[in-house]
């Protein structure tokens, strides 16, 4: 089976802008959760999508977002950038059947530069 | 709320001697934990998990990791480091979320060092 794919892998933006990062999870898994991954903060949860719905969501403001389509495949967004959102983005996907025990595959992530 | 601890910043250690990386964690209810190595520039790479059952879990790759639920700790172990060990490790426990679903707590990592 093919793991987790993330693109872009890098990305610069500059302060104001918008970015779109884009995860496909390993066939049939149903549940991606996002992460950002900086040298300050460590790995945080930012959210999850579980059959396009967001069930769960970390501590980031509103300019965090994400949204799930139908093949399970995630997108998420960062609108008014600021230098604090550079970070490696992390996403992970996993079965996600509610009670399960499953472990969560990370992808390489996209490493996202705000200038 | 779960939390993870790693006392470590980093382990350094010489090939062919066993090493030890240290977790700590703090949960309410059953502990489901995991750890995680991640290499310059790659996402995480999954070794091993403890849900239930044996505290001695085997993973990939040689790794080992002792669960003991009375000091709350879950090291990670290998009888014999290699050079190409070297990276950063990472625990992490998994919130029961009364909604199901995932969200993994982790620590802040432990930059293990692989020396001939």
């Known amino acids: 089976k093919a793991g987790v794919t993330q693109t872009p892998r890098y990305l610069i933006k500059t302060r104001g802008q918008q970015v779109t990062l884009s995860c496909s999870p390993i066939?049939?898994?149903?549940?991606v959760s996002w992460y950002q991954q900086t040298p300050g903060q460590g790995l945080q949860f930012l959210f999850e999508?579980?059959?396009?719905?967001?069930?769960n969501k970390g501590n980031f403001p509103g300019r965090f977002s994400g949204r799930q389509f139908s093949n399970s495949r995630s997108e998420m967004n960062v609108s008014t950038l600021e230098l604090g959102d550079s970070a490696l983005y992390l996403c992970?996907?996993?079965?996600?059947?509610?009670?399960?025990?499953?472990?969560?595959?990370f992808g390489p992530g996209t490493r996202l530069t705000v200038l | 709320a779960q939390s993870v601890a790693q006392p470590e910043d980093q382990v350094n250690v010489a090939e062919g001697n066993p090493l030890t990386v240290k977790c700590t964690y703090s949960?309410?209810?059953?502990?489901?934990l995991f750890w995680y190595v991640q290499y310059p520039n790659r996402g995480l790479q999954f070794l091993l998990k403890?849900?239930?059952?044996?505290?001695l879990v085997k993973g990939s790759y040689g790794f080992e990791a002792e669960f003991n639920k009375s000091q709350t700790s879950f090291h990670l172990k290998k009888p014999s480091a290699l050079v190409s060990d070297s990276a950063l490790y990472f625990c992490?426990?998994?919130?029961?979320?009364?909604?199901?679903?995932?969200?993994?707590?982790f620590g802040t990592g432990t930059q293990l060092k692989v020396e001939l």
């Open positions: 992490a426990v998994r919130a029961i979320l009364t909604g199901g679903g995932n969200k993994l707590t």
């Open positions: 403890y849900i239930t059952g044996d505290n």
């Open positions: 066939s049939g898994h149903r549940s």
């Open positions: 992970a996907s996993s079965t996600g059947d509610r009670g399960s025990t499953d472990t969560q595959y």
């Open positions: 999508y579980f059959s396009e719905t967001q069930r």
């Open positions: 949960v309410s209810g059953n502990p489901y």
